[in-house]
C-alpha cells in the first residue's frame, strides 16, 4: 500500500498579489523560491515577529554579514534566519556558518538575496572537492562541494515540496514520493554546452554609425557569473562530456584567432556526436591524424567515437538503448544520455507493469493491455521511438515541424514496423482531433497510454481538458520542472476550473480529475545542479458503477479531422514516408509549419541556459 506524504496543505502555497501576478511566472525560479521562504517563514513563525522587527535594521546593501544556514531551498540556494529576515546564500549548506554580501532586499517578502564570499565554520555535509576551479563563481552548479547521496535526497525533497506548494491535492491524494534515480555519470554527462561572449562596449553604437565594430581585447567566453549579467571566462566545464570539453578548447581558441571577424557577441554550440562502429571492423582502431579531438569509447560489440559539432544546422547522432537518434545539432535533445536507458525502461515497466497498488479509498483492477502510446511534445522522436518496441501504435506530436521531420527520419533509421508510428507538427492542443477514432481499436482510450514532456512552462489548461475528455488509461508525465508538473498532475488528479475566455467560450465551469497518481519521483537529469526532472505515473481512477465524470459525460474523442498526417510506413525493410492526408480541415501542419524547432525549444534552451548559465 503507498504511503502518504506526511505533510501537504491541500492548497496552494499562496496567494499572489497583483504586482507578483504580472512579474513572477508560474514555476519559475522567483516563484519556487518565494514559496520556500514562504514555508519557512511559517515553519519557524518568524512571519509575526517579522512583522514587529524594524525593517529599516536591515543591513545595508554590499555589507558583509555572517550567517548560519538553516537548510536549502528548492532552487539549490541556502536559507538562513536572522533578526526577522530569511537571507538567501548560494554555494551552502545546512550548518554552514558563512561570510555573504547583502545584495537585494525583498522586504515585503522578508527575504534578502546575497552573494556567498566565505566558509566560516564548514557544515558536516560539505563533503566533496568541487571538480570546477570555477564553482562558487559560474552560475551553472549549486552542488559540487557536497556528496551525491545528498543530492539525490534534496532533490527528493523538492519533489515533495512541488506537490506540497503547487498542486493543490490534499495529502491523501500524493503518495509517498519515491527516491530520487541516480545518474550513472555525475560529472562528464552534460552532451551540449553554450558558452557565450559579450560584444565590445559601444559595438552597438559603432553598428549603428555604420563602422565596423573594434575589438581591444579578446573577450570573456564562458558563461554568467553568479549575481551579474557578466560573462565569466571559462576554459573548462567538468559536466560536460570530454568531446564537449575538447570543443570548448578548440572553440575558445577558434574565437580568440577569429575575433575581429565578429561584429557583436555571440553564443557557441558545442553538441556531442556519436558515430558507431562494430569492434574490429573498418573505422575500428587507432585516432587518425587530424581527428586528435575524437574521443573512443568502448561500448559492448561497438566502438563509440565521439566528436563534438558545432554548427547548429549539423547532424548530431546519439544512441540510446540501442537506437540511432540523428537531430540538427541545435536543436532540443536531452542533455544527459547516461540516464536516458533508465528513465525508458523505468516507464515501460510502470506502464506495462501491475496497477495494483491502492491510493486513497479506491483499489485499482486489472486492466486491458496498454497497447497505444502518445508522445505529446515529442520532439525529435526520444520517447516514440525508444519505447516502439512496447505498443502497437504511436502517435508522436510536437509544435516544432522541424522537429517532426527528424522524428520521422528517425523512425525510418530505426525501421519501426509498417504503420505503427504517426508523427504530427501541430499544437499538442490539436492532439486529440487527430487521434484516430475507435473504429479498429486503435487508440481506444484504456489500451492507450500518453507520455507528456513540456518544455518548463508546463501545459496549458486547453490540453489539460481536452486529454481529460480522452482519459487514456495511463499518463506518464516526464518534466524538468517539477513546479509546473505539480500544478498539471494536480489539475489531472483534482480537475480544474475552466473559465469564461476558453477556446469554446463557455461559461465558467468546472472540469472534474479523473486519475490518481501511482507513483511520482525525481531522476536526476542534471547532476551538481538544483535541478530535477519529474516523473509522474498516472491511472485512471475507477468510476463507481452508472457514474460518469461531469467532464466526460457526453464528450466523445474527435474523429480524425482533416489533420494533415504524415505515417510512417515501413514496406520489406525498407522505410518511406508518405502522406496520408485524411480530409480537409485546417492544416496544422501548417500551422506548425511557421515554428521551426529552434523557437519551440526556446524554453529548452532557456532551461538548458538556466541549468548552465542561470544569473539572477
Ligand atoms: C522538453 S522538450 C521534449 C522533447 C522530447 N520529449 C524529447 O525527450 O526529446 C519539449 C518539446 O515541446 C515542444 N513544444 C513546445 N510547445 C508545444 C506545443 N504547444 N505543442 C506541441 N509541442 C510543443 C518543443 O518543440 C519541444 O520539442
Given amino acids: 500500500m503507498a504511503q502518504k506524504r506526511p505533510f501537504n496543505e491541500g492548497k496552494r502555497h499562496f496567494k499572489k498579489n497583483k504586482k507578483q501576478k504580472a512579474s513572477v511566472a508560474e514555476g519559475s525560479n522567483e516563484d519556487v523560491l518565494l514559496a ?6 511559517k515553519d519557524t513563525k518568524l512571519a509575526e515577529s517579522a512583522q514587529q522587527e524594524n525593517k529599516k535594521d536591515l543591513p545595508e546593501q554590499h555589507s558583509e554579514i555572517e550567517l548560519s544556514i538553516h537548510s536549502l531551498s528548492s532552487t539549490g540556494d541556502g536559507l538562513a534566519l536572522k533578526d526577522g529576515q530569511i537571507y538567501v546564500v548560494p554555494f551552502t549548506a545546512p550548518g554552514d556558518t558563512v561570510i555573504a554580501k547583502v545584495f537585494k532586499h525583498v522586504p515585503e517578502e522578508s527575504y534578502t538575496l546575497t552573494d556567498f564570499l566565505s566558509v566560516k565554520h564548514p557544515s558536516p555535509h560539505r563533503t566533496e572537492t568541487p571538480r570546477c576551479p570555477y564553482f562558487t563563481q559560474c552560475s551553472g552548479c549549486q552542488f559540487q562541494h557536497l556528496p551525491y547521496t545528498y543530492q539525490l535526497a534534496h532533490k527528493k525533497t523538492t519533489v515533495e515540496k512541488a506537490y ?5 491535492l490534499p495529502a491523501s491524494s500524493i503518495p509517498a514520493v519515491g527516491d530520487t534515480i541516480g545518474s550513472p555519470l555525475q560529472y562528464g554527462y552534460r552532451t551540449k554546452l553554450t558558452p557565450h561572449f559579450d560584444g565590445p ?5 559603432d553598428k549603428r554609425q555604420g563602422r565596423k565594430v573594434t575589438w581591444e581585447e579578446v573577450p570573456a567566453i564562458g558563461f554568467m557569473r553568479k549575481g551579474t549579467r557578466k560573462t565569466m571566462d571559462i576554459e573548462e566545464c567538468p559536466i560536460g562530456t570530454e568531446s564537449v570539453q575538447r570543443g570548448l578548447r578548440r572553440e575558445r581558441e577558434r574565437v580568440r584567432q577569429n575575433i575581429d571577424q565578429y561584429q557583436r557577441g555571440a553564443t557557441l554550440l558545442l553538441r556531442e556526436s556519436t558515430e558507431r562502429v562494430e569492434k574490429g571492423g573498418d573505422g575500428d582502431g587507432e585516432v587518425k591524424n587530424g581527428e586528435e579531438d575524437v574521443v573512443m569509447e568502448g561500448r559492448g560489440e561497438y566502438i563509440h567515437r565521439k566528436t563534438c559539432i558545432t554548427d ?20 532540443f535533445f536531452q542533455n544527459n544520455n547516461s540516464i536516458l536507458p533508465l528513465i525508458t525502461q523505468y516507464i515501460r515497466d510502470k506502464i506495462l507493469g501491475p496497477a495494483s497498488s491502492t491510493i486513497g479509498n479506491s483499489t485499482a483492477v486489472s486492466k486491458p493491455k496498454i497497447k497505444n502510446m502518445i508522445d505529446a511534445y515529442c520532439g525529435s522522436g526520444f520517447f516514440t521511438v525508444a519505447l516502439s518496441r512496447t505498443f502497437a501504435h504511436s502517435i508522436g506530436i510536437d509544435i516544432a515541424a522541424q522537429s517532426i521531420a527528424s522524428a520521422r527520419h528517425n523512425a525510418d533509421l530505426n525501421r519501426l514496423p509498417s504503420n505503427s508510428t504517426t508523427f504530427i507538427a501541430a499544437d499538442a ?21 500518453v507520455i507528456i514532456d513540456p518544455p518548463r512552462k508546463g501545459c496549458d489548461e486547453g490540453f489539460i ?7 487514456p488509461e495511463r499518463v506518464v ?25 476558453d477556446d469554446e467560450g463557455l461559461p465558467v465551469r468546472r472540469v472534474e480529475g479523473l486519475y490518481e497518481i501511482e507513483s511520482v519521483r525525481g531522476f536526476d537529469f542534471f547532476p551538481m545542479t538544483g535541478h530535477v526532472e519529474g516523473v509522474a505515473v ?14 466526460v459525460a457526453g464528450v466523445g474523442v474527435g474523429k480524425v479531422d482533416g489533420a494533415a498526417v504524415k505515417e510512417h510506413n515501413a514496406v520489406d525493410g525498407k522505410v518511406t514516408t508518405a502522406d496520408t492526408q485524411a480530409g480537409a480541415s485546417p492544416s496544422m501542419e501548417q500551422k506548425a509549419d511557421a515554428v521551426t524547432a529552434e523557437e519551440a525549444s526556446m524554453d529548452a534552451a532557456a532551461e538548458a541556459a538556466e541549468v548552465a548559465q542561470a544569473s539572477r
Fill in 538 to 551: 498516472l491511472r485512471r481512477k475507477e468510476k463507481p458503477d452508472g457514474a460518469g465524470s461531469e467532464a
Fill in 465 to 471: 481538458r481536452q486529454l481529460l475528455r480522452y482519459g
Fill in 429 to 449: 492542443n490539436d492532439l486529440f482531433a487527430a487521434i484516430p477514432q475507435n473504429d479498429d481499436g486503435k487508440f481506444a482510450p484504456e489500451e492507450t497510454a
Fill in 201 to 205: 562596449p559601444g559595438g552597438r553604437r
Fill in 312 to 331: 547548429n544546422k549539423a547532424t548530431s547522432t546519439e544512441y540510446v538503448d540501442g537506437f540511432r537518434f540523428d537531430n540538427p545539432a541545435g536543436a
Fill in 477 to 501: 508525465y516526464v518534466s524538468c520542472n517539477v513546479h509546473t508538473q505539480a500544478r498539471d498532475v494536480g489539475w489531472l488528479v483534482g480537475g480544474l476550473e475552466m473559465g469564461a475566455d
Fill in 164 to 168: 506540497a506548494n503547487f498542486s493543490s
Fill in 36 to 41: 520556500d521562504v514562504r514555508r519557512l517563514l
